[in-house]
């Protein structure tokens, strides 16, 4: 004979609501995710700094004796631009406690790298051919387009930023080539600036 013990029906036991708990890691899991999505360890205190930086290097630039030394003191610039950038954005990512080469990191990486290495070709080429006067035209496209590619993996002011670029650039192709150094100016100055504060107060520093 079955075994009547088989048949037996079993009551639910009485509801009991979750803990707060479950609920509060299914909120950090998405959290997570989202932030995990898009890089967002660009530092607008970073911005900030590498604008007032370029201020007084067009300011010196714009006294250079010579195209040479005109290209030399952006260049220097542009090193020590890369790395307040650099610290400035892994101690945001720290504090963040988000990854700095990993993921969209490496992907925003990956956008302004041919960017960048292009610009240094052209730079050499038309530094060579005493074409100086098209590089600043040169180096704010190339810029801005490294940068939009970098935003498609960021927040979306970088890519709005680095549109702005774009459009500084085209204006300056278009323009007398003695305002090239201004443009220089007030694009990695100005820009750099304005979106530094908007990038600080809308995403944490």
């Given at each position: 004979?079955?075994?009547?013990?088989?048949?037996?029906?079993?009551?639910?036991?009485?509801?009991?609501?979750l803990d707060p708990a479950p609920a509060d890691d299914?909120?950090?899991?998405?959290?997570?995710?989202?932030?995990?999505s898009s890089f967002?360890?660009?530092?607008?205190?970073?911005?900030?700094?590498?604008?007032?930086?370029?201020?007084?290097?067009?300011?010196?630039?714009?006294?250079?004796?010579?195209?040479?030394?005109?290209?030399r003191i952006w260049l220097a610039d542009a090193v020590i631009a890369a790395?307040?950038?650099?610290?400035?954005?892994?101690?945001?990512?720290?504090?963040?406690?988000?990854?700095?080469?990993?993921?969209?990191?490496?992907?925003?990486?990956?956008?302004?790298?041919?960017a960048f290495a292009a610009a240094a070709v052209l730079t050499y080429?038309?530094?060579?051919?005493?074409?100086?006067?098209?590089?600043?035209a040169a180096w704010l496209l190339l810029y801005?387009?490294?940068?939009?590619a970098?935003?498609?993996y960021s927040i979306s002011l970088v890519a709005v930023m680095g549109l702005s670029f774009m459009v500084a650039g085209t204006l300056a192709a278009l323009s007398p080539a003695s305002w090239g150094n201004a443009y220089l100016a007030a694009s990695f100055g100005g820009l750099h600036i304005i979106f530094g504060i908007?990038?600080?107060?809308?995403?944490g520093g």
């Open positions: 004979m079955p075994d009547p013990g088989h048949h037996r029906i079993r009551r639910p036991g009485r509801f009991r609501p299914l909120r950090f899991i998405r959290d997570t995710i989202a932030r995990s967002t360890a660009v530092s607008g205190l970073g911005q900030i700094i590498l604008g007032a930086t370029a201020l007084p290097a067009a300011y010196f630039a714009a006294h250079a004796a010579t195209p040479g030394a005109w290209l790395a307040i950038a650099a610290v400035c954005m892994r101690a945001k990512a720290a504090r963040l406690g988000l990854p700095l080469l990993t993921g969209p990191g490496r992907k925003v990486a990956a956008g302004l790298g041919p080429l038309l530094h060579h051919a005493l074409a100086d006067p098209i590089i600043p801005g387009a490294g940068v939009i970098a935003g498609l908007l990038i600080a107060r809308r995403h």
